[in-house]
């Protein structure tokens, strides 16, 4: 069963709008299935509809932040490869994730795990029947009961539809769908893949070199212009001159400092790496090495705990280091805002549009 872009479809008796497709392969048995993401036509959430003809599996979920596992076991697991995507989605062919499935104990019930390059995403659904969702243009019954509509309430649609799309469009324009600082270094033609540390829990972070001429001010600020401002908590050492900065995002955290031969240095990792890692910065000094701990445990240790405690242990858990104050009017918050502030004026300004989101 197959979908296309824009097709309103019915799910469990609701109605869609299909606005981005994902065919996924089993790096186990290259078995292939179909995500389809979709829009609500009764208030705009997103949804996403699994489409498995091969195993004969379908479902449909929403992301969610933080997954209550309690009643569920585990069901299946594996590595997804994006063999194709098109429309409104932020995957591109190649890219490729580890998946973890829960069920509950009716086993209607799903949990899904994501872990991507860029972080790890979380979703919760059930599973449907095959009957229950379906092409609305192909369904007669539909097209039926549309026909018996009268000829006011049809022109009571249009012309709300009209007062609607000005609104709608500033909806989608300030919609902000930023790249992460991983996708960016990576693309990127300018900063040199140096190397990946592996941490524990079989997390990684990789390295990157700034250009050349790139001070490590001129490259936090590139990189926090590349995510569009769009940080949590940015700050130098003020210890040293020079000193580093570190950038923490919601999926992200990445350091920015000079090596032992005065090189500067990008590392950046997801923040499970983080969370559940503390070795020192690949070439760095004792300094960075230390301020690397000190702001991700005075930051993001406390929210972190709260997501991976279940799933990970923490050298954090028993951290000694000293607390870092952090100071939201700092030089590299105040110019994070700016950008931020800069980049929804101009989606607003133009009338944006939907550009990626797995």
């Known amino acids: 069963m197959k979908f296309q872009l824009g097709d309103t479809i019915c799910a469990d008796g609701e109605l ?35 489409v498995d003809d091969v195993y004969k599996e379908y479902s449909i979920w929403e992301m969610i932040r933080v997954p209550d596992r309690s009643g569920y076991h585990w069901s299946d697991h594996g590595t997804e490869i994006v063999v194709s995507c098109e429309g409104d989605v932020d995957v591109e062919r190649g890219d490729r994730a580890e998946f973890t499935e829960y069920e509950d104990e009716t086993e209607e019930l799903i949990i899904s795990d994501e872990v991507w390059d860029d972080g790890t995403e979380h979703s919760k659904g059930y599973y449907l029947d095959e009957h229950e969702f379906w092409h609305v243009r192909s369904n ?30 500033m909806i989608v324009g300030s919609i902000n ?30 390295v990157y070199q700034a250009p050349a001429g790139y001070t490590i001010d001129s490259t936090a600020r590139d990189i926090i212009s590349a995510i569009d401002g769009d940080t949590q908590y940015v700050q130098q050492d003020d210890a040293e001159t020079d000193g580093a900065i570190a950038i923490l995002t919601k999926k992200e955290y990445c350091v ?95 009338g944006g549009g939907l550009s990626g989101g797995k």
Not at 30 to 50: F, G, I, P, Q
Not at 183 to 206: F, H, M, P, Q, R
């Open 177 to 206: 769908f930023t790249t992460t600082i991983s996708k960016y270094l990576k693309k990127s033609e300018k900063y040199t893949y140096v190397t990946s540390i592996t941490g524990n829990s079989d997390k990684s972070a990789d």
């Open 16 to 50: 869609y709008q299909v606005i981005g497709r994902i065919t996924y392969k089993n790096s186990d048995d290259s078995c292939k299935w179909d995500e389809y993401r979709l829009r609500a036509e009764k208030d705009n959430s997103e949804h996403w509809l699994s």
């Open 140 to 169: 007669p019954t539909y097209r039926a009961a549309s026909s018996k509509a009268s000829g006011n309430a049809l022109i009571a649609v249009i012309v709300g539809l009209f007062f609607l799309i000005p609104v709608f469009g």
């Open 256 to 350: 920015i400092y000079l090596s032992l031969e005065d090189n500067v240095l990008v590392q950046i990792s997801d923040r499970e790496y983080a969370y559940t890692t503390d070795d020192d910065l690949y070439h760095g000094t004792s300094r960075s090495h230390r301020y690397y701990r000190d702001f991700y445990y005075s930051t993001g240790y406390s929210s972190d705990s709260g997501t991976y405690s279940g799933k990970y242990t923490s050298p954090y858990s028993s951290y000694d280091g000293d607390y870092v104050e952090y100071s939201s009017s700092n030089t590299y918050s105040t110019y994070s805002n700016s950008v931020r502030q800069a980049s929804v004026a101009s989606r607003q300004s133009s």
